[in-house]
Structure formats: structure tokens, C-alpha cells
Nanobody, 121 residues
Framework: QVQFVESGGGSVQPGGSLRLSCVVS????????MAWYRQTPGKQRELVAP???????DYADFVRGRFSISRDNANKTAYLQMRNLKSDDPAGYYC???????????????WGQGTQVTVSS
């Protein structure tokens, strides 16, 4: 079973920084791509940044140059360093991973519970 612990959300002023963490636990699977998504009420969840198990990254245009995704494969952890937070960044931020389950012999997609980010002066 894949379980998540997300942390690091909170409230900051515009221009501030936060670092989100996503720790995945469980056994019987291998993690491939990890990613951060965000969602605000009434809107679809949108991709912020993915990272492969080889360390390749990509970023949505609205965070490029401000956010940085990284991961620690040994500890099944992904991070999202967010800098220069803006008034349109507040959202629930969700960790996602694609895993290959050795028990089920198939690919699975899993979501974390989300962590809230607020930007206000």
C-alpha cells in the first residue's frame, strides 16, 4: 500500500518562500515519476512540476524560475521549493506519483492528501 505524508504548507507574504515535502511509504512498488499539482476551489487540478526517477524535471510556465522540484529516491521523498510566492499561487498542493506494483504487476497512480498554501499581506 502506498502512503503519503505531505508537509510544509502554510501562510506567507507575497515574495516569501515555502518548501513542501512529500514522503512516500510502503513496500512492493517502485516509484517512477513524482510530481506536484495544485488546485483551487472550482478549478481543475493543474500540474506544477514533475520529476522522473532519473532527475529530469519540467515546470509549468506559471512557476518556471520561481519553483524548484527535487527528490531523494533513497527516502522516497519529493520536495517543492517555492520562492517569490505571488497572490495567484495559493492553492492546495498535491503530491502525485506513478508506481509499478510488484504485487499487482501493473502501474498505479497515487495522490497525497494535499497541503495548503496561502499568500497574503
Amino acid at each position: 500500500q502506498v502512503q503519503f505524508v505531505e508537509s510544509g504548507g502554510g501562510s506567507v507574504q507575497p515574495g516569501g518562500s515555502l518548501r513542501l515535502s512529500c514522503v512516500v511509504s510502503g513496500s512492493g512498488f517502485s516509484i517512477y515519476t513524482m510530481a506536484w499539482y495544485r488546485q483551487t476551489p472550482g478549478k481543475q487540478r493543474e500540474l506544477v512540476a514533475p520529476i522522473t526517477n532519473g532527475g529530469q524535471t519540467d515546470y509549468a510556465d506559471f512557476v518556471r524560475g520561481r519553483f524548484s522540484i527535487s527528490r531523494d529516491n533513497a527516502n522516497k521523498t519529493a520536495y517543492l521549493q517555492m520562492r517569490n510566492l505571488k497572490s495567484d499561487d495559493p492553492a492546495g498542493y498535491y503530491c502525485h506519483c506513478n508506481v509499478f506494483s510488484s504485487y499487482r504487476d501493473k502501474w498505479d497512480s497515487h495522490w497525497g492528501q494535499g497541503t495548503q498554501v496561502t499568500v497574503s499581506s
